[in-house]
């Protein structure tokens, strides 16, 4: 049973740092690209920061671009998302997805709560 935790939310003031972390057991993580989202209440998910299996290539949304950083670990079958000089506008629930490239199956974590607020 393929399984993906994030780990690492919570309330941070404007401007702090947090980092996330995605736990992922069931599945040949390093086949994986992994891949960083987050859903605002109200609005639609959006795309943040993907890398690639074995962390060749590493692409980020224009807006966390200098500001977050995704890294992955096969051996620990990690991914995660450093994230400085936050806004409140980054508050939302942050997921992980992790898709395989040979016949494009994915599977998504359940989320962790990011508040950025003072």
């Given at each position: 049973?393929?399984?993906?935790?994030?780990?690492?939310?919570?309330?941070?003031?404007?401007?702090?740092?947090?980092?996330l972390?995605c736990?992922?057991?069931?599945?040949?993580?390093?086949?994986?690209?992994?891949?960083?989202?987050?859903?605002?209440?109200?609005?639609?998910?959006e795309?943040?920061?993907?890398?690639?299996?074995?962390?060749?290539?590493?692409?980020?949304?224009?807006?966390?671009?200098?500001?977050?950083?995704?890294?992955?670990?096969?051996?620990?079958?990690?991914?995660?998302?450093?994230?400085?000089?936050?806004?409140?506008?980054?508050?939302?629930?942050?997921?992980?997805?992790?898709r395989?490239?040979?016949n494009g199956?994915?599977?998504?974590?359940?989320?962790?709560?990011?508040?950025?607020?003072?």
């Amino acid at each position: 049973q393929v399984q993906l935790v994030e780990s690492g939310g919570g309330l941070v003031e404007p401007g702090g740092s947090l980092r996330l972390s995605c736990a992922a057991s069931g599945l040949p993580f390093n086949m994986f690209s992994m891949y960083w989202y987050r859903q605002a209440p109200g609005k639609e998910r959006e795309w943040l920061a993907g890398i690639t299996s074995a962390s060749e290539v590493r692409h980020y949304a224009d807006y966390v671009k200098g500001r977050f950083t995704i890294s992955k670990d096969n051996a620990k079958k990690t991914v995660s998302l450093q994230m400085n000089n936050l806004k409140p506008e980054d508050t939302a629930v942050y997921l992980c997805k992790a898709r395989w490239r040979g016949n494009g199956v994915e599977y998504w974590g359940n989320g962790t709560l990011v508040t950025v607020s003072s």
